[in-house]
């Protein structure tokens, strides 16, 4: 037997080295084949991989554009005929679907290039393209690249010779998916592949040349079927490079992956085979194998963990890196793999306790006469290596509850989050480590001496020495002592219970020692909760404290450095004065949208105005955010200073008063003459309201606003502060702001607390049957209050419970895991089939199974079919509320109309500042449409940037315009944002109009219940 080890060493050495061997073999095979072996070879892959997808999308938008113009229906559609306008949107709905243009939008114009039907998400094109020839064109926006062919419409039934032409039909698709209003719109586009990035831009637009890029770009050309060159396309050779290293990378990854579950293996095989009556030195070497062991695979895991952009939230630092050792515990994965190294270490000092307990029974004293102080004395170092552990674990959980991003609180697996299970299955392997290491040392300190049953004192003592080095721990550390004292006192009962439990689980069945093991990670993970739930607490207050309430007080001081810093942007734009020289007419959006979206003012959607006048006072161009313009008449502006001058006051804003800041200069240049005064061409005014519904850590009603957010602020933003309320009230006690729906009561008692000193302070107020944990801050302009609702025992419990789920199922899956891949090692082999024939020998077993198999099973699928239930009329309500929400805002239109209206003629009320106060009244934006177009909006940028086409949405003009319906909503998506939809028709004496606005969907409202 003793020759035989070697050969299996030898056998195991030799198997994980062909595993490693195999997987670089495979991996340089995958790179060959899909990389090349050079830069070349690379980017004529790409080059490859883009010509045939660009010409299988112009192929295929070609061909529906082809047929769709072929079809009587739409013939008989544009010919305008009887009842044929709803069977015109029944045919263009219905090409795209079930072919490899599922994704692409439709449109049929007339002869005089007016929309007729349309399908998807269509852009704005040039009348003088859709009457043009039969051609394919490139169309940027904010939604992406469009690659765009119109087909020409020719009535092949009139019999005309030629055949007259009756319009166009345009058939697009997303080549470039962009997303954003912020910049210009002469940007470069990103075409993935899976190779490297590739840049596009429309060929033709004067740039620098491609091949003159420092990072040695190489460029192709994409050309339509006819040609024609339609794109110019670059790929970075460092992009290829790094394309290269990346998957040599994960390569290696797996390599170090596939080693150090090898290794730790073979380290719990060591374990494993520990003999329970050798030497000393055997033990020894055992114990220091198997730790080694651990210790490599654990080294290993963090080699092949590196945190990169794309691996995940589990491998991310922006999910979680520690204050402690940042260099270590890089992101979740990191702490996750020292907490399991942690649970094997633990496991090598429980084998340690098995081999030392028969060994010390030769040495036991009774603790009496001069022996009681080497009694206490041992006892106090298990307690003190108790408290060490102990102290580790509360250092590891705060530091994870500070700076991690997500609520540690949230224990439920529902939304999944890699970055949050990991972070929780991390912090409970660390209790399983801690509280089972504190028992092995309590255990060990108690082996050395006899503890007389009938004698109370001596336990006593043992119990006092081992729980004073924590408690002196506790208080030299300021460390909470609930937490602390629940560790401690859990580790202590189950120290004490080993000596009854210990012969009773060496000689129970395999289930038994099964339902054990679970309650080994179920028990340590229930100490850890009142850690888990103070140290998560305590960080949402200091995010509060030192972030949200600093927020809220300086937000004045912040607008006007925004203010002063949009400014100087605007001087910085060339295009400056070419904006005020603009053709007589009605103001537009357009000059003023362009300045705005470059300026912090956009970035951070602050709710401002740009407008822009010419030299005569006259407004060319206005555009404006969540400010309504409330005169009648358009004022005229005059500015003769060419510095920005800045000046605030207090102005009606609806039916309240807000504090505006406005800056204006005029639009000079340079005269020709010598020491001349400059020449004026116009006047820019910015206006900036303070509107605290703009904060950063305020949730937004609007749908698009937490996608259109900047990127940058993505890893600050922590889920643990949604659930976060502001509330702001003068001197008067009179609420300025609410971010939820209702104020707390400020009451006699907390206003003199309040008046009595600057200090902030927390304390508890309750609102609408909610215990608040709320805190206070005061200055001269007004009192904040920013509460979070504190947990009641329901919530602890549903807490409990879901962290006693989710350590179960870990327990669980480990078991698994380690009987799927350790068959070969002594102990394992004959585990499920021990457990099987304890199951079917035993009558009280199966029939307990059978009881749990009868009362969960139907109770699991009782709670799915509650779940879809409720879905389903979560999804109703919050259907049936956009509906309700979309009727009040006809009422209130139609109102409107009827109370300003002149004699016959209706005034012209019906613009951006009447829709942007009527989307405050009801929290939701709102758009008419007249016919196919656009006619007002409360969301200007969105439409203003291409962001939303200003095309009627087709399913709203189906359902009103053409089948007479009351009321549509439905559902539609932007990027990952989902969105409902719903539609009123406007019954005025105006022209016929078409309401439309977009509300959260059930699972964002879901997501914030």
């Known amino acids: 037997m003793s020759s035989s080890v070697p050969w299996r060493r030898f056998a195991a050495a030799g198997i994980v080295i062909a595993g490693a061997g195999a997987i670089q073999l495979a991996g340089g095979l995958v790179e060959l084949a899909r990389l090349g072996a050079t830069d070349n070879a690379a980017f004529a892959r790409i080059e490859r991989h883009v010509t045939e997808r660009f010409d299988t999308m112009a192929a295929t938008i070609e061909s529906l554009a082809a047929r769709l113009a072929a079809r009587p229906a739409v013939i008989a559609g544009v010919h305008g005929g009887p009842n044929t306008a709803a069977a015109l949107f029944d045919a263009v709905r219905a090409a795209p679907a079930g072919s490899d243009a599922a994704g692409a939008a439709v449109t049929v114009y007339d002869d005089a290039g007016a929309a007729l039907a349309w399908t998807g998400r269509p852009s704005e094109i040039a009348t ?15 939604l992406g690249l469009h690659l765009v062919y119109i087909e020409p419409l020719f009535d092949a039934f009139g019999g005309d010779s030629p055949q007259r032409r009756m319009g166009s039909v345009a058939a697009e698709v997303v080549l470039s998916p962009a997303l954003g209003i912020t910049g210009t719109a002469a940007g470069t586009f990103r075409l993935p592949t899976p190779i490297a990035d590739v840049a596009l831009r429309p060929a033709g637009r004067e740039a620098a040349p491609i091949d003159s890029r420092p990072d040695g770009a190489r460029g192709f050309e994409l050309l339509s079927p006819q040609g024609e060159a339609l794109l110019e396309a670059s790929v970075a050779v460092s992009d290829m490079r790094m394309t290269r290293i990346r998957w040599r990378r994960a390569v290696t990854d797996l390599t170090l ?72 515990l890089r992101s979740p994965a990191d702490l996750l793999i020292c907490a399991a190294l942690a649970v094997a270490l633990a496991l090598v000092a429980v084998a340690l306790l098995r081999f030392a307990r028969p060994a010390a029974r030769r040495l036991r004293r009774a603790p009496a006469g001069n022996r009681m102080v080497p009694f206490l004395l041992v006892h106090a170092a298990g307690g003190a290596l108790l408290a060490i552990v102990t102290v580790g674990l509360l250092a590891v959980t705060r530091d994870a509850a500070a700076t991690s991003t997500t609520d540690l609180l949230h224990t439920s697996l529902a939304p999944w989050d890699a970055g949050r299970v990991a972070l929780l299955a991390a912090l409970i392997l660390a209790a399983v480590a801690t509280v089972w290491t504190g028992v092995a040392a309590l255990a060990a300190a108690g082996a050395l001496w006899r503890h007389p049953r009938r004698q109370p004192a001596p336990l006593l003592g043992a119990v006092a020495a081992w729980a004073a080095p924590g408690a002196a ?283 009595a000193s600057r200090e902030p302070f927390w304390t508890i107020r309750a609102k609408g049957g909610t215990r608040y944990n709320l805190y206070v801050v005061n200055n001269r302009a007004g009192i904040y209050a920013l509460g979070y609702p504190a947990f009641g025992l329901f919530d602890h419990l549903v807490r409990l419970v879901e962290i006693t789920a989710v350590a179960g199922l870990g327990c669980l899956l480990l078991l698994l895991f380690a009987v799927g891949l350790t068959p070969w090692t002594v102990g394992w082999r004959r585990f499920g089939r021990d457990l099987l024939r304890d199951i079917r020998t035993s009558y009280y077993r199966r029939l307990l199974l059978a009881f749990v198999a009868a009362t969960v099973i139907p109770v699991l699928a009782l709670a799915l079919v509650i779940r879809l239930y409720l879905t389903a009329q979560l999804r109703a309500d919050v259907e049936t509320g956009a509906a309700r929400t979309a009727t009040v805002a006809q009422r209130v239109i139609e109102e409107s109309f009827g109370l300003q209206q002149t004699g016959e003629e209706p005034a012209a009320i019906i613009n951006d500042d009447l829709l942007v106060f009527i989307s405050q009244v009801i929290d939701q934006d709102v758009n008419i449409f007249e016919g196919s177009r656009l006619l007002a909006t409360s969301e200007r940028d969105l439409f203003a940037s291409g962001l939303l086409p200003t095309r009627t949405p087709a399913g709203v003009y189906d359902a009103i315009a053409l089948n007479r319906l009351s009321g549509y909503v439905a559902e539609d998506a932007i990027g990952d944002l989902r969105y409902l939809v719903t539609g009123k028709p406007n019954r005025h004496r105006g022209p016929p109009a078409l309401r439309a606005g977009r509300h959260r969907t059930h699972q964002q409202v879901k997501e914030g219940q």
């Open 257 to 328: 992956l596939f080693v150090a579950l090898a290794v730790a293996l073979g380290a719990l095989a060591v374990l494993r085979r520990m003999p329970r009556r050798g030497t000393v030195r055997q033990v020894l070497v055992r114990s220091c194998l198997a730790a080694a062991g651990f210790g490599a695979a654990a080294l290993l895991l963090h080699l092949a963990s590196a945190p990169e952009p794309g691996r995940g939230r589990l491998f991310a630092p922006e999910a979680y890196t520690s204050a402690l050792a940042p260099d270590i």
């Open 473 to 755: 721990a506790m208080l030299a550390l300021r460390l909470p002592l609930l937490p602390g004292l629940v560790i401690a006192s859990g580790t202590i009962l189950a120290a004490l219970s080993m000596s009854a439990l210990r012969p009773r689980f060496r000689h129970a069945s395999q289930a038994t020692r099964t339902v054990a093991t679970v309650l080994a990670f179920v028990l340590p993970a229930l100490l850890l909760y009142p850690s888990l739930a103070h140290y998560a607490d305590r960080a949402k207050r200091q995010l509060v404290e030192a972030r949200y309430a600093r927020q809220a007080a300086r937000y004045p001081a912040d607008l006007q450095r925004h203010l002063h810093r949009s400014l100087d942007q605007i001087d910085g734009l060339a295009e400056l004065r070419t904006l005020t020289a603009a053709p007589p007419g009605l103001p537009r959006t357009d000059q003023a949208f362009a300045i705005w979206r470059q300026t912090d003012l956009a970035q951070l959607r602050l709710t401002s105005a740009v407008e822009l006048y010419d030299a005569t006072g006259s407004l060319i161009s206005r555009f404006a955010l969540n400010f309504p313009e409330y005169e009648d008449v358009p004022q005229r502006w005059v500015s003769a200073v060419c510095d920005w001058e800045i000046f605030g006051e207090a102005a009606p804003f609806g039916s309240e008063e807000r504090r505006i800041l406005h800056g204006e200069r005029a639009i000079c240049a340079p005269s020709p003459a010598a020491g001349a005064a400059p020449s004026t061409h116009g006047s820019g005014v910015v206006h900036l309201a303070l509107d605290y519904q703009a904060l950063p850590f305020i949730s937004p009603q609007n749908p698009y606003v937490e996608l259109l957010r900047e990127r940058s602020d993505a890893p600050t933003a922590r889920e643990a502060g949604r659930d976060v309320e502001l509330v702001i009230y003068g001197w008067g006690l009179q609420p300025i702001f609410t971010s939820g729906p209702s104020p707390w009561i400020v009451d006699d008692e907390l206003f003199a607390r309040i008046y």
């Open 128 to 142: 003088e393209r859709i009457l043009g020839e039969r051609t394919f064109f490139v169309a940027p926006g904010s």
